[in-house]
């Protein structure tokens, strides 16, 4: 029995480049030395999209009641095999199969990492206009898990090879952001943040929490003191309990300092303000890793990119190291 991790891959939207890059990915002999790789999709279209790229890999389909931890062959790509895909589904369109593909292979993935059976879920990227063609109303991925597992404080960080970002908020108007940033929040997120990167073995995280306003509000200059009322009490929360954080910043001069190397993370107050700067880095090189989870959880950092499916040429770098954060990750 191995004790290698088990990393559940899921398929996401299948009419998008999902397949092909974790085909791509899965050539990498490195990765499956490192873990079991198991897919949780639809092995056919997990074939066609190997016929697609003139792949070698063989797979082997497999029960998800099997036992994970025996399936010890390196040479072999292992497949929880849903079967719900029309074999001739089109590429780069949306639809409701696919969405609801992309649903359930999520879902199975949960509750297998739930039951211990697989240690780390790596998922490839869904359509939101697919997904609620499919009967499933959530903003995408981290909603979903976030459901459910029960999970009430959850936040989204991004990671690159110079900076990671966690965000306060995501998926919502600016507005709306803004209003439903609150010092209990910054707090969570801040500690969200030691957390995260005390386990991965940074002794005493640097932490740096992004302003609301231009400059930082310039002492009450922009805005109308929500820096003040927002965010410097959940700052002032996490310092009284010994976190390493200093904020809040003003944004446009942060990110630059954290990639020279002054911070470890970002805290960004809303989606763009975060979202920006590491897709500035490059798009191939940033993942999602959900943080709060009682499961570990990384992303590629990218869309479905519809408009290249089926025509074999996605770059699978973001995949390829979103498996490999989940390996890093998942549980020893």
Excluded: W
């Amino acid at each position: 029995m191995s004790n290698k991790p088990i990393i559940g891959i899921t398929m996401g939207d299948a009419a998008g480049v999902g397949p092909e890059i974790i085909i791509k990915s899965l050539e990498n002999k490195e990765l499956r030395e490192q873990s079991i790789p198991v897919v949780i999709g639809d092995l056919k279209i997990l074939k066609r999209a190997a016929e697609l790229l003139h792949s070698s890999i063989t797979f082997k389909k497999v029960d998800r009641n099997a036992e994970f931890s025996e399936m010890e062959d390196e040479n072999m790509v292992y497949c929880v095999d849903l079967d719900l895909l029309p074999a001739d589904l089109a590429y780069g369109q949306v639809s409701s199969e696919a969405g609801h593909g992309a649903f359930e292979f999520l879902r199975t993935a949960i509750e297998l990492a739930n039951e211990k059976k697989i240690s780390a879920i790596c998922t490839a990227p869904l359509n939101k206009e697919a997904l609620h063609k499919g009967g499933h109303l959530y903003p995408g991925h981290t909603e979903i898990l976030a459901e459910l597992t029960n999970t009430n404080n959850f936040s989204m960080m991004l990671s690159s090879p110079k900076l990671k970002v966690i965000h306060v908020t995501t998926h919502i108007g600016l507005k709306d952001a803004i209003d439903r940033i609150e010092p209990e929040r910054v707090y969570d997120v801040i500690k969200m943040a030691h957390e995260t990167l005390h386990k991965s073995g940074i002794e005493v995280p640097k932490i740096a929490v992004c302003g609301i306003n231009p400059h930082a509000g310039e002492n009450g200059l922009f805005g109308y003191g929500e820096e003040e009322q927002k965010v410097i009490p959940g700052v002032e929360l996490a310092q009284k309990e010994g976190i390493e954080v200093q904020g809040p910043l003003p944004a446009d001069t942060l990110f630059f300092r954290a990639v020279r190397g002054d911070f470890d993370i970002v805290v960004a107050m809303y989606h763009d303000q975060g979202h920006g700067p590491i897709k500035v880095l490059g798009l191939d090189a940033g993942v999602n890793i959900t943080v709060g989870l009682p499961i570990i959880r990384t992303s590629v950092d990218h869309g479905t990119a519809f408009d290249i499916a089926g025509k074999g040429i996605a770059d699978e770098k973001s995949m390829l190291e979103a498996m490999r954060q989940a390996i890093e990750l998942a549980p020893k």
